[in-house]
């Protein structure tokens, strides 16, 4: 039976994929008996999104799934519904807010970006725990902005020291969702004109040139936080395709009549859906995938990339493995995918590109899917109310609930409202 201690659903499971992909096999087990045992016909499964323990994933399960039931008993649906939480390895920086989370669930914030921003103790054990191996690494950056030296070489520094720590060395396969091989301009420009860039859209004013005004850290840190996400948005792609996939594919063999209804937040709807590339042939156990505020590509199901005809995103197709709507949710007030996550996806062939962003570079949780024919886009209130797409490609636009939240992440946090759960049993076509 599922450890239901800290759940206000039930049933529900739990299931850990390490960095690789790989599944833990005894949930797997206590999932498969679990579906049989409380007779389940529909699965509703949650993967968080930069949350670096399980405390925090389930503490967003919790309070995402706690009003289904009741939406449920409202609609009178017949269907038997578990719940899995997905738990994978990423990170929170400890400073950023989450709107849905009481105040004691997060760790203290490391103190005003005017003033310098800190590398806490919590981030800087998260940075170890997800990059194993680099505490001397983790130790130096942590360093170099408590004590904000002037000039370029130690910003310089700084930067060499982000990419050692994030493994980004050189052109990755397949690391966007819209480009081939690719490195982060973030990573490869001129380091001081990059972190200038960034303390700019921090929205602290401007920075003077060479690292006359201290302020420049701000961008220095933004960088780290960026580039770190960065990496994780790569190993949600690995998780979704080479774990999380084939597990479905599992749960098919084992009871085929299952219904699992995919759900993603930030990056854990970059892992939902590339779960899609990883489903086994023939399997079509998926009936609808809805995506939260995806840190991803805008253009990851296009058929065409605009900006390069010659290419489609990297999940062209992806939607019609799927038995049902794929859905993302957006919200304008996503301050996060609004203007920081363009900067750190923008990707150069020369120094000058990172200064100058376009439609290329949004997020879907920010504006939708973007360059697919026929995907439809509705305001919440018809996505609650109207004729709810049944296949295909939709955009809802969340932002009237999905609005609150401070720099610098916005609102992209604030998705714990019953109407995006409504949104959920749309798609799923359970109520």
Not at 22 to 39: F, P
Not at 148 to 155: F, H, L, M, N, Q
Not at 185 to 208: I, Q, S
Not at 325 to 333: Q, R
Request: aromatic fraction near 6%.
């Amino acid at each position: 039976m599922p450890d239901l201690s800290s759940a206000s659903v039930e049933p529900y499971w739990e299931l850990t994929f390490d960095a690789d992909g790989d599944v833990d096999v005894i949930q797997l087990s206590a999932l498969t008996a679990g579906l049989s045992a409380y007779d389940v016909t529909d699965l509703v499964l949650f993967s968080h999104g930069w949350n670096s323990d399980r405390s925090g994933a389930t503490r967003l399960y919790d309070d995402f799934f706690r009003p289904i039931p009741a939406l449920l008993r409202e609609a009178s649906a017949k269907a038997r519904i578990g719940y899995v939480g997905v738990l994978w390895p990423s990170m929170r920086f400890s400073d950023e807010p989450i709107p849905d989370f009481e105040p004691s669930a997060v760790a203290p914030d490391a103190g005003p970006l005017l003033d310098g921003p800190l590398l806490d103790g919590p981030t800087q054990a998260a940075l170890i725990q997800v990059f194993p191996g680099h505490e001397d690494v983790v130790r130096q950056l942590a360093a170099l902005l408590r004590e904000r030296p002037d000039g370029d070489a130690p910003i310089a520094d700084f930067v060499r020291l982000v990419r050692e720590l994030t493994g980004i060395s050189g052109p990755v396969a397949d690391a966007t969702d819209d480009a081939p091989t690719v490195v982060p301009a973030m990573l490869t420009d001129d380091p001081v004109g990059v972190c200038e860039v960034f303390a700019d859209a921090l929205g602290k004013g401007p920075t003077l040139l060479g690292g006359l005004d201290k302020r420049i850290w701000n961008g220095a840190h933004e960088v780290l936080r960026q580039a770190t996400y960065y990496a994780m948005k790569r190993r949600a792609g690995t998780v979704g395709e080479h774990g999380l996939g084939p597990a479905l594919g599992e749960l098919a063999a084992v009871r085929p009549a299952l219904r699992i209804h995919l759900v993603g937040h930030s990056f854990g709807g970059r892992l939902v859906s590339f779960a899609l590339r990883g489903l086994p042939g023939g399997v079509r156990n998926v009936k609808s995938v809805t995506l939260l505020q995806g840190a991803f590509s805008h253009y990851a199901f296009a058929e065409q990339l605009p900006h390069d005809k010659s290419h489609s995103g990297a999940l062209r197709d992806a939607q019609l493995r799927v038995d049902g709507p794929v859905v993302s949710c957006y919200s304008s007030h996503d301050e996060a995918l609004g203007t920081l996550y363009p900067l750190a996806s923008k990707l150069a062939d020369d120094s000058r590109s990172i200064f100058e962003l376009g439609d290329r570079w949004g997020a879907m949780g920010h504006d939708g899917i973007q360059a697919v024919d026929a995907c439809e886009r509705l305001s919440l209130a018809e996505a609650l109310a109207g004729r709810f797409p049944a296949g295909g490609c939709v955009s809802v636009d969340a932002s009237a609930v999905v609005r609150n939240g401070g720099p610098p992440s916005g609102a992209h946090s604030d998705i714990c409202h019953a109407e995006l759960a409504r949104v959920v049993l749309r798609a799923g076509r359970l109520a």
